[in-house]
C-alpha cells in the first residue's frame, strides 16, 4: 500500500519539507488556496513526486475530514506536515485564533486518529511564541488539554481579551507547541511521534507581508542584529523538518525546536532586549 504524505498548508515551508520527504510516496497537497494548492502541485510533479491536491479550510471540521479521507484514500499517512498559517499583517485576532490555534488543533486531533504507527508530524509554529511572556500552569494546561471544539470559549481567548493581532499570533503559537506537547502523548499510543518548529523569519509570502507591513523596520531590526544577521530560507526549516521526520529524529517527541538564526537570544540576552533599546 501506498505511503502519503500529508502537507497542510502548501506554501514554501510545507513544500521545502515535503521536498524532503515525498520521494516514492503519494504528497498530497492541502490549502485554502486552489491557486497556490495547484502552483505547487505543478513544481512537485515536475520534479517527479506523484501528488494530489485538496482545498481545505483548517479553520473547519467538516473541511479538514473531508482532507483526513483524501489522504486514507490514498494509502497508509505516515507523515503529517502541518505548514497552514495566517500572520498578523494578513488577519484579524479573530481569524488568526481561529486558522493558526483552533486550525492547528483540529489538525492535529483528525490526524492523531489515523497516522500510521511509526509515522510522524511536525507543525510550524513560530518564533513569536518564544517572546510571549510565559502563561500560567493552568492557562498552559488548558491549551494544551481543552477539547478543540471547546478552545475558542476560553476566557483567555475572548475577543476583549485579545484585541491586536500580534498577540494572537503569540498566543497562537505558543499553543500549538502545548498542542503538540499533549497530543504527543496520544499518537505515542499509536506509535508515532508529533513535535513542534519555531522558525524566526523565513523569506515566503507571508514573510514578506510582515516586512512590508506596520511590523516591517522591527521585523528588519531584528534581523540586521540577530546573530546571523539575515533572514532563513524555506530549505532551512525544510532540513530540520526532514530529520524529524526521518528515522534520525526516531526519539523525538512533544519537541519544540527554535530555529531562528539566534534572533530569540538576542531579544532576551543581547541588542534586541527591550532594556538595550534605551
Ligand atoms: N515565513 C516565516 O517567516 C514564518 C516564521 C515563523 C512561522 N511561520 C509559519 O509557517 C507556516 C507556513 O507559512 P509560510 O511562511 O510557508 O507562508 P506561505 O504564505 O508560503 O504559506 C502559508 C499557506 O497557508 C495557507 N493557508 C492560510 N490559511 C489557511 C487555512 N485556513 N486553511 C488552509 N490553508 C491556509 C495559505 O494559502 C498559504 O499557502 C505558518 O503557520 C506561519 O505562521 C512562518
Do not use: C
Amino acid at each position: 500500500m501506498t505511503d502519503v504524505v500529508v502537507v497542510v498548508g502548501a506554501g514554501l515551508i510545507g513544500q521545502a519539507i515535503a521536498r524532503r520527504v515525498g520521494a516514492g510516496r503519494h504528497v498530497v497537497l492541502a490549502d485554502l488556496s486552489e491557486a497556490n494548492a495547484e502552483a505547487a502541485a505543478e513544481t512537485f510533479r515536475d520534479a517527479g513526486f506523484e501528488v494530489s491536491t485538496v482545498v481545505t479550510d483548517v479553520s473547519s471540521r467538516e473541511s479538514v475530514q473531508a482532507l483526513v479521507a483524501h489522504a486514507t484514500g490514498r494509502g497508509r499517512v505516515v507523515s503529517l506536515v502541518h505548514a497552514a498559517g495566517v500572520s498578523p499583517s494578513q488577519a484579524a485576532p479573530e481569524t488568526i485564533l481561529r486558522v493558526d490555534l483552533f486550525g492547528t488543533a483540529l489538525v492535529l486531533e483528525s490526524f492523531g486518529e489515523v497516522i500510521e504507527s511509526g509515522g510522524a508530524g511536525v507543525v510550524i509554529a513560530s518564533q513569536s511564541g518564544h517572546r510571549l511572556p510565559a502563561l500560567t500552569p493552568e492557562e498552559d494546561r488548558l491549551l494544551a488539554t481543552t477539547p478543540t471544539e471547546e478552545l475558542l470559549a476560553l476566557p483567555m481567548l475572548a475577543p476583549e481579551q485579545v484585541t491586536d493581532p500580534l498577540h494572537a499570533y503569540q498566543l497562537s503559537k505558543r499553543a500549538n507547541v502545548l498542542r503538540v506537547m499533549a497530543e504527543a502523548v496520544r499518537w505515542g499510543e499509536r506509535g508515532a511521534r508529533v513535535n513542534a518548529m519555531s522558525p524566526g523569519i523565513v523569506i515566503t509570502p507571508l514573510a514578506r507581508d510582515e516586512l512590508s507591513g506596520p511590523r516591517g523596520a522591527g521585523y528588519r531590526r531584528m534581523l540586521e542584529l540577530s546573530p546571523a544577521g539575515r533572514a532563513g530560507t524555506p530549505d532551512e526549516i525544510g532540513a530540520l523538518g526532514a530529520f524529524l521526520l526521518g528515522t534520525e529524529g526516531a526519539f523525538v517527541s512533544g519537541s519544540d525546536f527554535l530555529i531562528d538564526g539566534g534572533v530569540t537570544a538576542s531579544w532576551f540576552y543581547g541588542p534586541l532586549a527591550p532594556e538595550a533599546h534605551g
